[in-house]
């Protein structure tokens, strides 16, 4: 428990992570990662080369030391690090590992004089408060998990039934349980955990589901990346009849019930969790505007999919986009999303819920574009393929 003067200390370390946060969650990640055998798999190396993992671990403890007062005002983050948790598998003994090497970094960064043996008390206590509060979140998600029809805890076995290219750049996998039992009911939009062993060494990774939930098995589609060691391995050396190690579903990534148009928003992979977004919201009835982009049509995945959707119910209208049309391709524009085209293929009522997915840089003029056009920003919503983070636009 944080005593008052505990919770001073914390708050003013605040001004110390808005300039330096990243610089010290940087060095955590190396230390820890360098140091326990246990911690490293369940981290993605691309994420920390990139600077994605240390950026969204600098936001969320600037986000909890500004709020450690009223932690209700941090949303819905805790519900996004919950889930990335539950995907992946965190237990509670994984959280003493974290500790021990944040608050020897916090040490080790700002030094003796500013890192005082006061400050560094405080930060274990609100580093234990904050790993309470997770611990129970994410055994509720476990237990619940466990318990529902076809669920399961910890890791299940699945065989390969089928491997599909969908285009030049992705492949899905159609996974189904060797014990030959059912499967846990998902939300669209939600994600598996798998745990592989690569090259000796455990390493766990997220995929979103891309078909809508059947109760007999799940549906992957990975996008081969130029240096990704799992994304390759799927590709080149994983077949149909091989098995794989995979996670309950998790995710708060969903669809918001009502009766409101829809607009789906993908760039290239970030088409994969908006397909069984989209069988569920064609399913309720409702109005949905499909946009997807892409940078030219032998990356354009589930194209056929999608028109054969379009022929089955005329409430959805479909767009393209190629940013590096091909010749023959056949797109509705060339170049990258625009005001102007959103201005078109939105409903004139711009009273609708978005949904957008893909690289961020995409995501954020996504984001922009959407406030220009009038879409209420409150029913704006977007996910990240890997550490949450702030997303600016």
Known sequence: MLSPTQRDLIKATVPLLET??????????????????VARPLFNPSHQSSGDQPRA?????????????????LGPLVGQIVNKHVALQILPEH????????????????????????????????YQMLADLLIGAEEEVYAAN?????????????????????????????????????????????????KLELDGEETRRNYSLSRAANGVGYRISVKREGNGKVSNHLHDKVQVG????????????????????IALISGGVGITPTLPMLEQALASGRQVHF??????????????????????????HSYTCYSEALPGDAADADGFLSRELLEQWLPAERDLDAYFLGPKPFMAQVKKLLREVGVPEAQSRYEFFGPAAALEA
């Open 20 to 37: 330096g946060g990243e610089a010290l969650t940087k060095h955590f990640y190396g230390r820890m990662l360098s140091q326990s055998d």
């Open 57 to 73: 671990l600098a936001n969320s403890v600037l986000m909890y030391a500004k709020h450690i007062d009223r932690l209700e005002a």
């Open 95 to 126: 959280y003493p590992i974290v500790g021990h090497h944040l608050l020897a970094s916090i040490r080790e960064v700002l030094g003796p004089d500013v890192a005082t043996d006061e400050i560094i008390d405080a930060w274990g206590a609100a």
């Open 146 to 194: 466990e318990k529902a029809p076809g669920g399961w805890r910890g890791a299940r076995t699945f065989r390969v039934a089928e491997k599909v290219p969908e285009s030049a750049e992705i492949t899905s996998f159609h996974l189904v349980p060797v014990d030959g039992g059912a499967v846990v009911d998902f939300k669209p939009g939600q994600y598996i955990g798998m």
């Open 242 to 261: 091989d098995t794989l190690e995979l996670f309950a579903p998790a995710g708060d990534f969903t669809l918001v019930a009502g009766e409101r148009p």
């Open 291 to 316: 946009i997807h982009c892409a940078r030219n049509g032998q990356v354009h995945a589930f194209r056929e999919f999608i028109a054969d959707q379009q022929k089955q119910h005329p409430q959805l």
